[in-house]
């Protein structure tokens, strides 16, 4: 009987840890993102994981959605895929205000989606990354920016574009998202740190101009102290000479 309850216990434990370790993997095996700068107003580099095919399908084609608030992006080459854009014209909002020669420079064309195409279709057991690069949008701590991907693989596709709601589950298949923290004092468009404080090295030689020169050796008191010590040496000889002298005399 304790046999028997053993067992049972033994395959309980085994199937709550096939439960667990299956939420794990379906809840880390959405299509993430990770940025290096989440400040706005910041440049920053994206750089999303698919880590599965579509139900065992090996992936062919990953296409990024690039919102409206983003007008350039610059994708990261991956030598095992192919990539293109698409593009749609774009005139800035502030260049109805300005002169010809502004609205000219702002009128342009915005980046609506980039397209990494396998050269070799990513098996369904594996991963890739891929990075994009573009300046985060003005706004406030807390405001996100998604960014959604569609998956096609040889059999089926994955719209992973589903928004993520404060207080609500995870939806099946979320949109990559960034949530925007406030810039650092100081930043500038490329979310570098500009000082205006001199550095330590410049402050001191602003400070401190330097007013004489190095002075220079003494030499007479160098050359005073070598003959010194010949006089001394040569004297020393010729007492030990003279004393040698008188030995051998007696």
């Not at 580099?45 to 992936?59: E, I, L, N, Q, W």
């Not at 062919?60 to 030598?79: D, G, Y």
């Not at 891929?130 to 406030?140: I, Q, R, T, V």
Request: charged letters at 15%.
């Amino acid at each position: 009987m304790q046999k028997r309850l053993a067992t049972g216990g033994v395959v309980t434990l085994g199937v709550a840890a096939a439960i667990v370790l299956g939420t794990a993997a379906s809840a880390s095996a959405h299509v993430e993102a990770e940025a290096s700068s989440t400040a706005v107003n910041s440049y920053t580099t994206v750089t999303f994981s698919v880590p599965h095919g579509c139900d065992g399908s090996p992936t062919t084609k990953l296409q990024f959605h690039v919102p409206e608030s983003v007008i350039e992006v610059t994708p990261t080459v991956n030598p095992n895929w192919t990539i293109t854009k698409a593009t749609e014209p774009y005139t800035a909002p502030s260049s109805a205000a300005g002169s010809d020669e502004d609205a000219a420079e702002a009128a342009a064309e915005r980046i609506t989606s980039v397209t990494y195409t396998a050269k070799t279709p990513l098996p369904a057991d594996e991963r890739d990354t891929f990075s994009l690069s573009f300046a985060l949008p003005d706004g406030k701590a807390g405001d996100t920016v998604s960014m959604p991907v569609t998956q096609t693989c040889e059999q089926g596709s994955t719209a992973w574009d589903q928004a993520t709601k404060a207080g609500q589950a995870e939806p099946e298949h979320p949109a990559p998202t960034i949530t925007l923290t406030a810039a650092a004092s100081g930043d500038d468009e490329h979310g570098t740190t500009e000082s205006t404080e001199p550095d330590a090295a410049t402050a001191t030689t602003a400070s401190s101009p330097s007013t004489s020169t190095p002075a220079d050796p003494d030499l007479v008191g160098r050359f005073l102290g070598l003959g010194g010590l010949l006089l001394g040496a040569v004297a020393l000889v010729v007492s030990v000479a003279a004393s040698r002298r008188r030995g051998s005399s007696k």
